[in-house]
Structures are given as structure tokens and as C-alpha cells.
């Protein structure tokens, strides 16, 4: 049984133990308003993916709640997503939905065997780098493909490849309506005021509420869902195996297609489980995340949906809104059903521009331009990765930035590692009898110092680079009550990479969290213009950084002893 333990999902462990009556409301209250934020998104990535809004709809209802009820997080949301939206347009452009329910299928059959033999940790062996480059790089693509409806252009398809997509925008701009221009830039100031004046609405809903109304209240002439696809099905259609033919010499291409789907993800959804734990404390199952994903694929092809993942966003608004458990995501799925069965006809008058509008702000959410502008001060090699994955994305294929961005990340891996050998490994300080601290680099003559009670100290030994970076996710679970002060030895740190600074800036923020004040000690010079040159230093106070342990001991002796520390 213990085999299996991890494969159990997170749904039935949650109803097993302690779910009541109070947890359940605050299940539903948190899945009605996520399902209502989740509306236009999912219709907007679909028509986003070159197809049908419906099938953006039927994703979030099938494989939202297959993710829920059989994954392993608590709270993740899953659906259509924006990483999603370039790779899926590509795939239907080149071989109709028919490729892309059998690029699906493949992505669903890789998912359940990469969760049934345990590969869901390797996920953190894929740098930072690389996943901020592809999704800066998806970002700049999704906001390009809205400029059509945007301005109202009278245009085709705008073609696949990025520069022929814009030359074919220059010409096609004298053709511009300013009548949808007007929409899409009233519908994105409306976010933009939202977002700042008005946090707690979500801005998504809000936005095409307020710009539908006005468009139907005056009659404007604008496209919309149901005068460019016509009106939204009232019901999830009957689910069928599609007819798949694979043209001759296009099997290699649907394998790699549904490798990219598989990849992307696998990173987007563990990732989200990731960030989801920072946020609730908790900790998601990576294995039974993946199988829940591939089965949650597989059923969103049976009903003529498309790929589904993760949903960052969505996942932030179901925690903010009070969810506990992944009843919350199945109530979600369950709300956008009731809406399109009572609603749908409603829902079919929202103007094309409005969806552009906001499809513009996710992308801007998805760049993290400001991170992506910081990450280029990291060494050279991270900033290899960054800038290949980036370029590649936009400029050739997400398929060929991720295979190339992986090979330079190893090599650029190896390259280190030639220079630092050393085993990386996390240590804590060993609390002995009588609260004494003992270094762990020298056990043979042991060096003895008291630590005060409240204090912990841990060591990192060798590079802290993005294979290692995933090592201090744990540490502070290891704690039955968050000590006061915790000390962070790198004097075995020669460098420090891109993840690795991510992950202590994630580090410092989870003991911010639980009132944990966090020191470092022992860094090299090299990695302190490193960290400073990150932003980490001027994060963290370079009053909080010594260059021995001695000095950084007596510095948390001080803070446990103040009061108003």
C-alpha cells in the first residue's frame, strides 16, 4: 500500500480526513468565483489557439475537474492555458485539430508515465533560466497574435511564423476598425484601474462585464463570439474517440508535438503546485500531479477540448478566495457548466476585442519583465540559456528552444562542473546535547560553538546551481515552531546561479513569512557581487550577511535576546 500512497490523490485524502460542513462552504464560495474568473480566459486562450471558444470551455470544465479530483495539490486550478496558446496555434495551422488531438493523446500517454515511474522531481532540473526564457518568449507571442482583434483588422489568418505574422499586420493595418480599438483600449484602461484601484474584483470578468453591457446597451457594431464562431453550445458534447490520421511522414512531427505539450506541461502545472504550496504552506504530490494531468489530457480530447495544464493565475485567485481543498476546482468546473447551460447565449455577445484586450494583460502578467531584465545581470551561461530560450521561442519553435535550451543547460552545466567538482549537499547543523553546533566539514577535529535556542544552522556545500537549488524547498518543514533566527552557512558556495539565487530569494521570503529572521555567512566575494548584482543583497540587508560564522552567532544571540527584533 505504501507503494501506492503517492499516487493516491489529494482529493480523496482530504475528504478522508476532517473535511466538514465549514470547509466545504468555503470549497464552493472560492470554486463559484475562480469558475466565473476562468469564463472568458478559457474562451479567450481557445480563439487565442486559432479554434472555437466552446472548446476552451469544454477544457476547463472536463480537464479542470479531472485535475482536481485526481492530482496532487490541494488547490491547483487547472485548464487552457496562455503557455499553451502558441504551440497549439502552430499545430492547428499546420495540421487542423486532427493533429492536435493526436499530439494530445501522445502528451496524455507521456504525462501518466512520466508520474507512474517518478520522474515528476526531475522537473527542478530544468533551470530557471530556461523556463523564464520560454515564457517571456510565449508571452511576446501571445500578444502578438491579438493585434487583429485589438484593431479590428480585416485580415485572414495571420501566418504562424512570427516576422511573417507582423509584415502581414503592417499591411493589413490601413484596414484598421476604431470602433473595436476603442473597445479593446476602454476594456484594457477598465483592467488597468481595477488592478490598481479596485484589487479585490477580478479584473478579467469585470472588464468584459462592464464592456459587454456597454456594447449591447448601444448597439455597437463590433464582432463578437457568436457573430465570428456562432452561439455556444448550451451543453458539453458527447464524448467520442476522434478520428485520427496521421499523413505519411508526419508521425515523427505528431511525437514531437506531443513531447512539447508533455514538457510544457508538466513544467507549467509543477510549477504552479509549487507556488501554490509557498502560498498555503503545503505539499503537493509531483507524480500523481503528472498522472492526473495525463488522464485530465486524455479526457479533454474525448470531448473535443484541447490541452490543459496548470493555471498560475486562477490557482492564486481560488487560494486568495478561501480554498482548502480540490473540492473548490471541481466546483469551479461544475460553475462554468451551469453558465453555459443557463447563460450561453449571453456569454456568445462578447465582443471579439474585449478578449484581445485581456489576452494583452495576461501576456504582460506572463513576461515577468522586470525578473527576465534581472536575470540578465547572472553569470554568462544563465544568460545563454535565457536569451537562446527567449529568441527561439519567438523566432523559431517553442519544440526547438526547449531541446536547445536543455543541451546548453547541461553543457553549461558541465563547464562548471569541471572547474567545481564538489558534491553539492545540504546540512543542517547538528543541535547535539547541551546546544552545542558542530561543523559538519570537520567532524574528525570538532569544532565547538553554543548556538541559543531559537537559532538554526545550515550549511550548503558546492555550487548552488539549479540542481541543487530545489534543496531548500523542505528545510523549513523540518521545524515543529520556525526558529527566531536562521543562519545560512555558504562558505563551501564557489557560485551561485541563476535558480540558486531564485530559490534564496524564495528561501528569504517563506522565513519573511514565518517571522524568520534569515543571516549568511561565510560568502565568497565572487558570489556577493553575484547576489548583488540579482538584487538579493539590497533584499535581504547586507547587515544581515558576516563573513564568519562567530560574527553571524553573536549577531543572532542579539535578535533572540531583543524583543522588538
Known amino acids: 500500500m505504501k507503494l501506492f500512497h503517492e499516487f493516491i490523490p489529494k482529493s480523496i485524502l482530504s475528504l478522508r480526513h476532517g473535511y466538514n460542513f465549514k470547509i466545504f462552504r468555503k470549497d464552493v464560495l472560492a470554486g463559484i468565483t475562480v ?103 510565449l508571452a511576446v507571442l501571445i500578444f502578438s497574435t491579438q493585434i487583429k482583434d485589438f484593431f479590428g483588422l480585416r485580415m485572414g489568418t495571420p501566418p504562424v511564423d512570427f516576422i511573417e505574422k507582423w509584415v502581414s499586420y503592417f499591411y493589413a493595418f490601413p484596414t484598421f476598425d476604431p470602433l473595436p480599438l476603442a473597445v479593446a483600449g476602454a476594456t484594457l484602461a477598465a483592467i488597468i484601474l481595477i488592478r490598481i484601484h479596485i484589487p479585490k474584483i477580478p479584473w478579467a470578468i469585470a472588464a468584459i462585464v462592464l464592456s459587454t453591457v456597454i456594447c449591447w446597451a448601444f448597439d455597437l457594431p463590433v464582432p463578437t463570439i457568436q457573430s465570428k464562431f456562432g452561439q455556444i453550445p448550451h451543453n458539453l458534447p458527447v464524448p467520442h474517440f476522434p478520428s485520427i490520421s496521421i499523413p505519411e511522414g508526419k508521425l515523427a ?37 503528472l498522472v492526473g494531468q495525463g488522464i485530465a489530457n486524455f479526457a479533454s480530447v474525448l470531448f473535443g477540448g484541447l490541452p490543459a495544464t496548470g493555471a498560475i493565475a486562477r490557482t492564486a485567485a481560488n487560494i486568495k478566495t478561501g480554498a482548502e481543498t480540490p473540492v473548490a476546482g471541481m466546483v469551479h468546473a461544475a460553475t462554468l457548466f451551469v453558465i453555459i447551460l443557463c447563460f450561453a447565449p449571453i456569454v456568445s455577445q462578447i465582443p471579439l476585442a474585449a ?105 550548503i556545500q558546492g555550487p548552488f546551481f539549479f540542481g541543487a537549488a530545489d534543496l531548500l524547498k523542505d528545510v523549513m518543514s523540518h521545524f515543529m515552531a520556525p526558529p527566531k533566527v536562521f543562519i545560512l552557512r555558504m562558505r563551501h558556495v564557489p557560485m551561485v546561479d541563476a535558480s540558486g539565487m531564485h530559490a534564496l530569494k524564495e528561501f528569504f521570503e517563506n522565513c519573511r513569512r514565518r517571522n524568520t529572521i534569515l543571516l549568511l555567512s561565510g560568502i565568497h566575494t565572487q558570489t556577493q557581487k553575484d547576489l548583488e548584482a540579482f538584487g538579493f543583497v539590497g533584499l535581504i540587508g547586507k547587515q544581515r550577511i558576516f563573513p564568519h560564522i562567530d560574527a553571524a552567532l553573536a549577531k543572532a544571540a542579539e535578535l533572540v535576546e531583543s524583543p522588538n527584533s
Request: charged share 15%; hydrophobic share 50%; aromatic share 10%.
Open 35 to 137: 469558475g466565473i474568473i476562468s469564463l472568458p480566459l478559457a474562451m479567450a486562450f481557445a480563439i487565442a489557439s486559432g479554434t472555437t471558444p466552446d472548446r476552451g470551455l469544454v477544457t476547463a470544465i472536463v480537464a479542470g475537474f479531472l485535475v482536481s479530483a485526481l492530482g496532487g495539490s490541494r488547490v491547483q486550478i487547472g485548464g487552457p492555458t496562455g503557455a499553451f496558446v502558441v504551440l497549439i496555434y502552430g499545430i492547428i495551422q499546420r495540421s487542423g485539430y486532427e493533429g492536435l488531438a493526436a499530439s494530445t493523446l501522445v502528451a496524455a500517454v507521456i504525462l501518466v508515465l512520466l508520474g507512474v515511474f517518478r520522474l515528476g522531481t526531475w522537473i527542478k532540473y530544468v533551470p530557471h533560466p530556461l523556463i523564464m526564457g520560454f515564457t517571456t518568449g
Open 253 to 289: 512531427e505528431t511525437f514531437m508535438n506531443g513531447f512539447s505539450i508533455a514538457f510544457l506541461g508538466a513544467i507549467e502545472s509543477l510549477l504552479c503546485c509549487v507556488i501554490a504550496d509557498g502560498m498555503i504552506g503545503g505539499r503537493h504530490k509531483s507524480n500523481c500531479e
Open 355 to 459: 478578449l484581445a484586450a485581456v489576452l494583452m494583460m495576461v501576456a504582460w502578467n506572463m513576461s515577468e519583465i522586470g525578473h527576465f531584465f534581472r536575470l540578465l545581470k547572472s553569470p554568462v551561461g544563465d544568460v545563454a540559456i535565457l536569451a537562446a530560450a527567449f529568441l527561439l521561442t519567438v523566432f523559431v519553435d517553442i519544440t526547438v528552444a526547449i531541446t536547445f535550451g536543455m543541451v546548453l543547460a547541461s553543457f553549461v552545466f558541465m563547464k562548471r562542473m569541471s572547474v567545481y567538482s564538489r558534491t553539492v549537499s545540504l546540512t543542517q547543523g547538528f543541535r547535539e546535547r547541551g546546544g552545542e553546533f558542530l561543523e559538519r566539514s570537520d567532524l574528525n577535529a570538532i569544532s565547538k560553538r553554543t548556538i541559543p535556542e531559537g537559532v538554526e544552522v545550515y550549511e
